[in-house]
């Protein structure tokens, strides 16, 4: 039960003061002056006060509220260290049934680091946990907080203000442990594919130690180097990037005896290779329709370095006209085809045919070239199937066709091949997936035998339209109709020709996404993504090897044609390895170099400050938790400022309470109030009429 008086006025206080006060000025004023009957009046004034005020005795019953226990239990990947986890159980078991033996304490029981986000997997964030077990409870009901983790806790705050009640923090985890760890200092997030890159890492181990470590460096999958580095120092090395688009790089360093774990033995920087620009040599033959399109489409692409020549004199055309008198460059031949025809990636016949420009060794040249890793595009006009074909120079061992001089005119839609289908180069190219396809028609193809390499678009009757080959280290593509400009003018709605020609430019130059057998990997949040891409009717199954060295095998199922793909949910963070058949990928789920394996040493040191500002304390916990190494619970008053001590750790009782009911009893009314006020006027009445 709880008494206390309240007043329940039957005017309000500001009518009552008003016609209160002046009266109490008058009495004030009669025992100054010595009246007599001032002291009757001041009691007849107070028991009308009295009585106006209504005072109201008030019998409460309240039933204690419990004070509320946030136990925070770290469930990151670096608690399945050595015994941690079974530490962690133990205690967190051990302290719940102590907890429940208090029936002033409400215990709330919360696990952070095992969520499903990528960030929370990667990051070990208990007071975003603590902060929202106790969201709901006001400041004054918490007792207190414990947390259970091996002492690596991220998003640590810089003082205790925000934190209600002292906080204890159980720490897992052996003292003196090991950890060789190696991490990425200085990492480009890009780099020019084929010339040398810097890069910085840095080998930790414990504190003091020296010496030297060897470091294995890796680029996509490929040991390229061996260094001895320095503990402690920052240590730089090269590497060249392969590849244009995403490269992985990779350090390792073996396990030293003692480490408590090897997750971090190994760091990852992912580095997107640029190309410099592609080198295009573009000769056309003579001026026509279709030249431009060719120009504009390769000097609109800015990775692309164009140079252009256009026969307009060739040396059979005789005129008379002195040669100081023309305004025309004189074609390099030389130059291009002997001393730099290597230094371009790509080179492109338009509508050429041989007209004694360039000596018939050249051709020899080129077709070297192309055996070597160059890449030749043949675009065909009618030239190519007259006398003077470059099918009849020695170029010919480079070509993946021969005319047979037919030159078919015609109007006919090219359509893409069920091998083109698959193909990347034409594979769901825009209106091809109607019949007849939604582009406009063409209306010349030059005829061709044996035909070598795929024919991934064909004209009338089935004839080859567009080849794409490999001949030795080269590719080489033919298109075998100079009618493309009609889709660049919109002819009949036109056509995709920037997507085609582009695309097939790109391959010759051997574009990794345009690669007809490719296998790809990649990390979106907890989610490994694989796609496989084939000529092939089928793609099997793809073997993942985990970050861990357990494997799995997933069925890579088709998506559309020529693309198989397959998905792994997972909730290990680290580098997959996916192969199918010859080939491999590498792919990196979840955060590179994530905060929770950059440092797995357990440490009471992280979380000391704030908890003794708060007024707790930090403690080891070691496995086979009993009762006799975790500290007792004893409960403490709200306002205490001690809340720990060698073997007990304190949490705070709340004063808080719920109300049930309340009993009023007035003071003031009735007969009893009736008769203190008629006797305090009679009692001034009387004494006024003596």
Do not use: C
């Not at 200085?186 to 010339?195: E, K, S």
């Not at 003579?286 to 370095?305: F, I, Q, Y």
């Not at 009609?486 to 345009?514: C, D, F, N, T």
């Amino acid at each position: 039960m709880n008494w206390s008086v309240s007043f329940e006025p039957l005017f309000s206080w500001t009518l009552l003061a008003a016609g209160l006060l002046p009266l109490a000025l008058l009495i004030v004023l009669s025992l100054v002056l010595g009246r007599r009957g001032a002291l009757l009046r001041l009691a007849a004034l107070a028991a009308l006060a009295l009585a106006l005020a209504n005072p109201v005795l008030l019998d409460e019953e309240r039933d204690p509220l419990k004070s509320v226990v946030a136990v925070v239990v770290d469930e990151s990947q670096s608690q399945d260290i050595g015994n941690r986890a079974d530490t962690t159980r133990e205690a967190a078991e051990a302290l719940q049934q102590r907890l429940q033996a208090f029936n002033q304490f409400e215990v709330r029981m919360v696990e952070a680091g095992r969520g499903d986000a990528a960030d929370e997997r990667t990051q070990t964030r208990l007071f975003d946990a603590l902060s929202n077990a106790l969201r709901d409870v006001p400041p004054s009901r918490v007792a207190g907080s414990i947390m259970i983790t091996d002492g690596q806790v991220h998003d640590v705050p810089s003082n205790a203000s925000g934190i209600s009640g002292p906080l204890h923090a159980l720490i897992t985890g052996e003292e003196g442990e090991r950890d060789r760890r190696i991490r990425f200092e200085r990492a480009p997030r890009f780099g020019i594919v084929g010339q040398p890159m810097e890069m910085t890492y840095r080998v930790l181990d414990r504190a003091g130690e020296t010496g030297s470590a060897e470091v294995e460096i890796y680029v996509n999958g490929e040991l390229v180097s061996v260094d001895q580095a320095v503990i402690g120092q920052e240590m730089p090395f090269e590497i060249t990037l392969p590849t244009g688009g995403r490269n992985i790089v990779e350090l390792r360093t073996p396990v030293e005896e003692g480490e408590i774990t090897d997750s971090n033995n190994r760091a990852v920087a992912q580095v997107d290779g640029i190309r410099e620009n592609l080198r295009v040599l573009l000769v056309s033959g003579e001026p026509h329709s279709g030249e431009r399109t060719w120009r504009n489409l390769l000097k609109s692409d800015a990775s692309v370095d164009l140079v252009h020549f256009t026969i307009l004199r060739p040396p059979e055309k005789q005129d008379g006209t002195p040669i100081n008198e023309l305004s025309l460059i004189a074609f390099p031949t030389r130059e291009l085809f002997v001393e730099k025809i290597n230094d371009f990636d790509l080179i492109i016949f338009d509508r050429y045919q041989h007209r004694d420009v360039l000596p018939i060794l050249y051709y020899d040249y080129i077709a070297e070239y192309v055996q070597n890793g160059g890449a030749l595009l043949i675009a065909a006009g009618p030239e190519f199937a007259g006398e003077q074909s470059i099918a009849r120079t020695p170029l010919i061992s480079a070509l993946p066709a021969l005319p047979n001089g037919q030159v078919l005119e015609q109007g006919f839609y090219p359509r893409v091949s069920d091998l083109g289908k698959r193909h990347p180069v034409t594979r769901a190219l825009d209106g091809s997936n109607t019949e007849p396809p939604h582009w406009s028609r063409w209306f010349r193809i030059i005829g061709v035998d044996r035909p070598d390499g795929e024919a991934v678009m064909q004209g009338p009757d089935g004839r080859p339209l567009l080849l794409l080959a490999r001949q030795g280290e080269g590719r080489v593509g033919m298109f075998l109709s100079d009618q493309g400009w009609l889709w660049a003018r919109g002819y009949q709605g036109g056509g995709p020709y920037v997507s085609l020609y582009r695309r097939i430019a790109h391959w010759l130059m051997k574009e990794p996404e345009l690669e007809e057998e490719r296998l790809t990997a990649d990390g979106q949040g907890m989610i490994l993504d694989i796609t496989r891409q084939t000529m092939a009717d089928e793609a099997g199954t793809a073997v993942v090897t985990t970050p861990s060295g357990a494997t799995r095998e997933l069925p890579l199922v088709a998506s559309e044609p020529g693309l198989f793909r397959a998905t792994l949910e997972t909730n290990e963070i680290g580098l997959y390895q996916v192969r199918n058949g010859d080939l491999t990928a590498l792919a990196h789920v979840g955060p590179i170099n994530a905060p929770e394996f950059a440092d797995t040493v357990s440490t009471e040191e992280v979380l000391r400050s704030v908890a003794e500002e708060s007024g707790g304390s930090v403690r080891r916990v070691t496995a086979g938790v009993t009762g006799a190494n975790l500290p007792n619970i004893v409960p403490v008053r709200a306002n205490a400022s001690v809340a720990s001590g060698r073997d007990w750790v304190g949490l705070r009782t709340t004063n808080d309470s719920v109300l049930k009911s309340v009993r009023r009893v007035p003071l003031f009314a009735g007969f009893l109030g009736l008769a203190l006020l008629l006797l305090a006027l009679g009692s001034m009445w009387y004494r006024e009429g003596r």
